[in-house]
T-cell receptor, first 111, second 115 residues
């Protein structure tokens, strides 16, 4: 199972773009990269998933370089409600995958 | 997507007693997972519950302490047995969907306090 490394915490201000980078040097060929968001007193929520290059949805963008040893979650124009913990997970395609969470990045957005 | 209902949402229990947490999913799923999350910490996997077979427990978690039932493809229970204050935590039920099985959905969690 590929290990992931993220910054423990980040601070930002409303309206700024936030980029959270995750390192996964041992990522395997069949691994996907998935990001989750967790607000206090709630379960984690799936944000975005990718395999390579760039993926964008209504919430965020995910940038994955060619070597796939890292990935960057980009949150455009954050608001106070984006204050949460963000987790990067790496897992193999297939029915046997078990989501395993690392420490995550605690993002605090200031007014 | 999947909608997961978890009950109870919170409880305060006496030490030495047991609490059973229920997890109901609005669709049939093969794999269900139970996690524990202590305050300020990440999620720790307790066990994987597949329908029709015994649950698979992670290191540090045993069936006698955390018995799990999985009677069908939409329901599971986790029991926290013989509780002590160290069991105070949030317990989360999760299911994985999709072709890759890497997109997981979570219940709101059960906040357990043992006194």
């Amino acid at each position: 199972l590929a290990k992931t490394t993220q910054p423990i915490s980040m601070d930002s201000y409303e309206g700024q773009e936030v980029n959270i980078t995750c390192s996964h040097n041992n990522i395997a060929t069949n691994d996907y990269i998935t990001w989750y968001q967790q607000f206090p007193s709630q379960g984690p929520r799936f944000i975005i998933q990718g395999y390579k290059t760039k993926v964008t949805n209504e919430v965020a963008s995910l940038f994955i370089p060619a070597d796939r040893k890292s990935s960057t979650l980009s949150l455009p124009r954050v608001s106070l409600s984006d204050t949460a913990v963000y987790y990067c997970l790496v897992g193999e395609e297939g029915g046997s995958y078990i989501p395993t969470f690392g420490r995550g990045t605690s993002l605090i957005v200031h007014p | 997507s999947a909608v997961i209902s978890q009950k109870p949402s919170r409880d305060i229990c006496q030490r030495g007693t047991s609490l059973t947490i229920q997890c109901q999913v609005d669709s049939q799923v093969t794999m269900m997972f139970w996690y524990r999350q202590q305050p300020g910490q990440s999620l720790t996997l307790i066990a994987t519950a597949n329908q029709g077979s015994e649950a698979t427990y992670e290191s540090g978690f045993v069936i006698d302490k955390f018995p799990i039932s999985r009677p069908n493809l939409t329901f599971s229970t986790l029991t926290v047995s013989n509780m002590s204050p160290e069991d105070s935590s949030i317990y989360l039920c999760s299911v994985a969907l999709g072709r890759t099985n890497t997109e997981a959905f979570f219940g709101q969690g059960t906040r357990l306090t043992v006194v």
